[in-house]
């Protein structure tokens, strides 16, 4: 199985700040990669695809990086919306496996 | 639009056979562009992919469930259901159906149903 790793595990911060959570996978998933936001009591819901593709619907200040083994999620200009957890997910290979996720929490 | 919205009992006696429904509306199961999915998260955990179906009836299961799991469609219904047999209390989760992409990412989620394995 292929294994994610996130960091942090959880941060906090205020709106309008800038962060990045990392995502490494146990092998090379080339660019299968992709990032869930779940709000406490509902499902998650797709944020990126395909490492750095931004999902029809989702605001712009998302975005994702990486290849390989490494990626990152990228929110600028946090909004009160963004407060979740987030989740990596590879699709490189089955079982599809996840990271065991980021909690953004407010400062 | 579509929409994916789980059913079935909310506890579950160890030993015995978990069984959910998932009622998919908006798009048909028997489309060859998606896979169709249960994925769960135990309380205050993280997620874990048990298994999908494609519309062939082509199957692909967690191996740490595999002995234990199985995924079926009912075209007739627009429905895929998960049987989990032999549950115990580690098997306690919410339990999400969802729609795979051709690339394996999932969208949408049903909004899930909370399983509790208890005597």
């Known amino acids: 199985d292929i294994q994610m790793t996130q960091s942090p595990t959880s941060l906090s911060a205020s709106v309008g700040d800038s962060i990045t959570i990392t995502c490494r996978a146990s092998?090379?998933?080339?660019?299968?990669l992709n990032w869930y936001q779940q709000k406490p009591g509902k499902a998650p819901q797709l944020v990126i695809y395909?490492?750095?593709s931004l999902q029809r619907g989702v605001p712009s200040r998302f975005s994702g990086s990486g290849s390989g083994t490494d990626f990152t999620l990228s929110i600028s200009s946090l909004q009160p919306e963004d407060f979740a957890t987030y989740y990596c997910?590879?699709?490189?290979?089955?079982?599809?496996?996840f990271g065991g996720g980021t909690r953004v929490e407010v400062k | 639009q579509v929409r994916l919205q789980e059913s079935g009992p909310g506890l579950v006696k160890p030993s015995q056979t978990l069984s959910l429904i998932c009622s998919v509306s908006?798009?048909?199961?028997?489309?060859?562009?998606?896979?169709w999915n249960w994925i769960r998260q135990p309380p205050g955990k993280g997620l874990e992919w048990i298994g999908y179906?494609?519309?062939?009836?082509?199957?692909s299961y967690n191996p740490s469930l595999q002995s234990r799991v199985s995924i079926s469609a009912d075209t007739s219904k627009n429905q895929f259901s998960l049987k989990l047999t032999s549950v115990t209390a580690t098997d306690t989760a919410v339990y999400y159906c969802?729609?795979?992409?051709?690339?394996?990412?999932?969208?949408?989620w049903g909004q899930g149903v909370p399983v509790t394995v208890s005597s």
């Open positions: 179906i494609y519309y062939n009836g082509e199957t």
């Open positions: 092998q090379n998933i080339d660019i299968g």
């Open positions: 908006g798009v048909s199961v028997t489309s060859g562009d998606f896979f």
């Open positions: 969802a729609r795979g992409s051709f690339f394996n990412w999932f969208d949408p």
């Open positions: 395909s490492a750095f």
């Open positions: 997910q590879q699709r490189f290979s089955t079982p599809l496996t």
